[in-house]
């Protein structure tokens, strides 16, 4: 029978023979290759000179959508899985090669069947979107999501899935659109998906489940492989982690300060750092309700300064009206000064007295900006009166902005607001055994 796209093959060749699953050929593939997903869950390619044969083993069949009906069972807590989409929740097209947003919460539970025996799960896809394209628009419907089910009296605390690429941007915004936190909003992902054999999805949702169940903070965190292998999951706090490497699983880290806690498959939760709010939630009872607040101005921006940066370029943000700039700034908070060609002194006197607020952060990812150290520091914490937000992270910093133009857009209230530790984002000292944990 002929072989087609999804079925299960085996190619011969004159020196070995290899058997997977037939794919399309990447159109960043030359012709004359042929692509088989290996049982590792890695794609070969193979030059058509080099076939002997194809034998089709096994047709492709589509994969049956199955309702999976949650039970409830007495004495556990109950967590919803609230779904966003990105890897975790993604499994690739065998027919077209592409990996896509399908798996919902329920699919988890499934293919996890310990979860069932740590909570009870409710499970709800709210959106099936790659993280790349979430706008504030989804953080909003996000934070009022969530709200719901703090709220709700049987939840002992949310997970929340999403992709990777923008997770610290939505941890940030949760935690600042969420007022008078209850229980712990435990974000979780994937650096691979669920259909590979070196995926990272199950350690790291069974870890969240635990965490979510039992940990006492009343916090944003990320719960991820604190390891390469699958040894246990970190708790980040959510304003002060980064997405580290584009590929390996423990790839989000905590930035100036360590990481709240481990989580393990087996459920225990080790401490690292206390520094955080503890939960208003006991025996199953509210103390307190959680009270959504995600008032945003869309007209912020995050800017990265570079070796000839054009001053001009903020002569679009002036003209496009924005509100307020976030600049990651080199090391303690400099800008290019002395140059007259490149010095950005002008321009950002230009967009202040505009009324648009510019936050002073740094590109070094750790440490913190110092308004007085240097000359060049003090003219523009001083003379044009920039805010220098301490150990910020940009990320963090443009999604605090943003949420405080959504309030105000007196500058001195922007300041006072972007000086106050709402969530854990400025740290009053730096801790040295958080360099490179």
């Known amino acids: 029978m002929k072989a087609e796209y999804g079925d299960v093959v085996k190619v011969y060749t004159d020196e070995k023979n290899y058997e997977g699953i037939l794919m399309p050929r990447p159109e960043i593939f030359e012709k004359g290759f042929i692509v088989v997903k290996l049982d590792n869950g890695y794609n070969m390619g193979i030059d058509e000179k080099r076939i002997k044969k194809i034998e089709a083993i096994k047709k492709y069949e589509k994969r049956k959508e199955e309702k999976i009906k949650l039970s409830h069972k007495s004495g556990l807590p109950t967590v919803p899985i609230l779904s966003f989409g990105g890897t975790i929740s993604s499994r690739v097209d065998y027919k077209t090669g592409g990996v896509y947003a399908d798996y919902t919460a329920e699919d988890f539970v499934a293919m996890l069947p310990e979860l069932g025996h740590i909570a009870n799960l409710k499970a709800e896809k709210i959106m099936g979107v790659m993280s790349e394209d979430m706008v504030p628009e989804d953080w909003q419907l996000m934070a009022r999501r969530i709200a719901k089910e703090l709220n709700d009296d049987e939840v002992a605390g949310v997970v929340v899935t999403q992709g990777t690429d923008t997770l610290h941007y939505s941890t940030a915004a949760m935690s600042f659109f969420l007022q008078h936190l209850n229980k712990p ?4 992902a994937a650096q691979r998906s669920i259909d590979r054999g070196s995926s990272d999805a199950f350690s790291n949702l069974l870890c969240a489940v635990h965490a979510a169940s039992k940990f006492d903070g009343a916090v944003v965190v990320t719960c991820l492989h604190g390891t390469s292998d699958d ?3 970190i708790l980040n706090r959510g304003t002060k982690v980064k997405k580290m490497h584009t590929s390996r699983r423990d790839a989000f880290r905590p930035i100036n300060e360590l990481p709240l806690a481990k989580v393990y498959e087996d459920g225990r939760i080790e401490v690292l750092n206390d520094d955080y709010q503890r939960k ?10 959680v009270i959504v607040d995600d008032k945003f101005e869309h007209k912020t921006a995050l800017l990265y300064v570079y070796p ?3 001053p001009d370029i903020f002569d679009y943000y002036l ?14 908070g400099h800008v290019p000064t002395i140059n007259p060609k490149y010095s950005l002194l002008g321009k950002l006197k230009k967009l202040i007295d505009e009324n648009i607020a510019i936050v002073i952060s740094t590109q070094t990812i750790y440490g913190r900006v110092h308004p007085y150290v240097y000359t060049n520091l003090r003219k523009l914490s001083v003379e044009l009166d920039c805010i220098f937000v301490e150990d910020m992270l940009p990320e963090t910093a443009y999604v605090k902005l943003g949420w405080v133009l959504g309030h105000t ?29």
């Open 409 to 437: 857009h007196k500058i001195d209230e922007v300041k006072k607001m972007m000086l106050t530790n709402y969530a854990g984002e400025i740290s009053e000292r730096s801790d040295e055994k958080a360099f490179l944990y």
């Open 308 to 310: 000839g940066m054009a």
């Open 319 to 332: 003209k496009k009206k924005y509100k307020g700039i976030v600049i990651a700034a080199t090391a303690l």
């Open 185 to 188: 909003i435990v974000f979780t």
């Open 231 to 233: 040894n246990y999951c």
């Open 280 to 289: 208003n939630f006991s025996e199953g009872k509210i103390f307190s309700k």
